[in-house]
């Protein structure tokens, strides 16, 4: 099946910084990624789209200036949580619409964010 | 909002056929349903999609009756590591609305 490759796994960072958080198609073409947020015993909550080449559409509530999407390519996406605060801890996960198969929804491992 | 409503969680002992049920009443024509699973820390895995009447692979089969109101995720003979929280989603093509996760179900296998 398609891979999703997202980056880092952990990243424990300091209150202010930013941190960028990756996320590739290997094999596929993906034209819209997305990305979520995921709390401990909660559902996953989309936090934005993002299109190739455009700018991302952000979900309500989801403030655009702090998680700042860049979608470069058919196979990167970019998320950065910028000066992050300890409420911004939490498991952020990408996924990838493929091109071709546009019903199939792929999704990396995650990253857990955990903000000093 | 998710289109979808699943039970909050179910408990299974080893060895049982489970069978978790997904309701979709606004599914529109074009729609598929898809299964994801989820364990702790780690992103959906793809199970099994569908469009209508049933679909089986390797890991799971898909009952999908004929209004396509509802869906069924069968899985025959549970082990301890199928503990892990399962989701339906319906439509990933037609529209971002259909990318909101609902509660999933949460399925507990005892020894």
């Known amino acids: 099946g398609a891979v999703v490759s997202q980056h880092p796994s952990r990243v424990i960072c300091k209150s202010g910084t930013s941190v960028k958080i990756e996320c590739r198609s290997l094999d596929f073409q993906a034209t819209t990624m997305f990305w979520y947020r995921q709390f401990p015993k909660q559902s996953l909550m989309l936090m934005a789209t993002s299109n190739e080449g455009s700018k991302a559409t952000y979900e309500q509530g989801v403030e655009k200036d702090k998680f700042l999407i860049n979608h470069a390519s058919l196979t990167l996406s970019t998320l950065t949580v910028t000066s992050a605060h300890p409420e911004d801890s939490s498991f952020y996960i990408c996924?990838?619409?493929?091109?071709?198969?546009?019903?199939?929804?792929?999704f990396g491992s995650g990253t857990q964010l955990s903000v000093l | 909002l998710a289109k979808t409503t699943q039970p909050i969680s179910m408990d299974s002992y080893e060895g049982q056929e489970v069978n978790i049920t997904c309701s979709h009443n606004?599914?529109?024509?074009?729609?598929?349903i898809t299964w994801y699973q989820q364990f702790p820390s780690q992103g959906p895995r793809f199970i099994i999609q569908g469009y209508k009447t049933k679909v089986t692979n390797e890991v799971a089969s898909l009952f999908i009756p004929a209004d396509r109101k509802s869906s069924t995720l069968s899985l025959p003979r549970v082990s301890l590591s199928d503990t892990a929280v399962y989701y339906c989603?319906?439509?990933?093509?037609?529209?971002?609305?259909?990318?909101?996760f609902g509660t999933g179900t949460r399925l507990t296998v005892i020894p």
């Open positions: 996924s990838a619409r493929d091109r071709l198969e546009r019903e199939k929804l792929f």
């Open positions: 989603l319906v439509g990933i093509e037609t529209g971002a609305n259909n990318l909101f």
């Open positions: 606004n599914i529109a024509t074009n729609d598929y």
